[in-house]
C-alpha cells in the first residue's frame, strides 16, 4: 500500500503559477501510473492530468490544456503538477491519486485506488 501527500497550494492571483507536489511513501512509486484530481464546491471531483509508470505518456483535461504540466521523479518517489495561467475557475481541492493496474492511464477516479488529503488551491481575480 502507498502514502501519498500533497504539498504546494495556496492563494494566488489569475495569471500566476504553481506548482503542487505528491510525495509517496510505503511503496515505490513506479509501480503506479499517477494521476491528479480537482473538487470544487459543490461540484463533482473532476479530473486534471495522469502519467504513466515510466513518465513517458501523459493525458490532460481539455480545460488544463497548454497550462498544467504533470511530471514525475520516481527517484525522489514525488509527482508533479506545475498549474500556469491559473484561472479563478482553477480553483478547488486537489487530490493525487495512484492507479495499481498495468497498461492505462486513466481520466476516471473509480480507477485509483489511493488517494492524498488533498491540498487547495484558491485563484482570485
Known amino acids: 500500500q502507498v502514502q501519498l501527500v500533497e504539498s504546494g497550494g495556496g492563494l494566488v492571483q489569475a495569471g500566476a503559477s504553481l506548482r503542487l507536489s505528491c510525495a509517496a511513501s510505503?511503496?515505490?512509486?513506479?509501480?503506479?501510473?499517477m494521476g491528479w484530481f480537482r473538487q470544487a464546491p459543490g461540484k463533482k471531483r473532476e479530473f486534471v492530468a495522469a502519467i504513466s509508470r515510466t513518465g513517458r505518456n501523459t493525458n490532460y483535461a481539455d480545460s488544463v490544456k497548454g497550462r498544467f504540466a504533470i511530471s514525475r521523479d520516481n527517484t525522489k518517489n514525488t509527482m508533479y503538477l506545475q498549474m500556469n495561467i491559473l484561472k479563478p475557475e482553477d480553483t478547488a481541492v486537489y487530490y493525487c491519486?495512484?492507479?495499481?493496474?498495468?497498461?492505462?492511464?486513466?481520466?476516471?477516479?473509480?480507477?485509483?485506488?489511493?488517494w492524498g488529503q488533498g491540498t487547495q488551491v484558491t485563484v482570485s481575480s
Open positions: 491519486a495512484a492507479d495499481s493496474s498495468q497498461g492505462r492511464l486513466s481520466s476516471s477516479d473509480y480507477d485509483y485506488d489511493y
Open positions: 510505503g511503496r515505490t512509486l513506479s509501480n503506479y501510473a
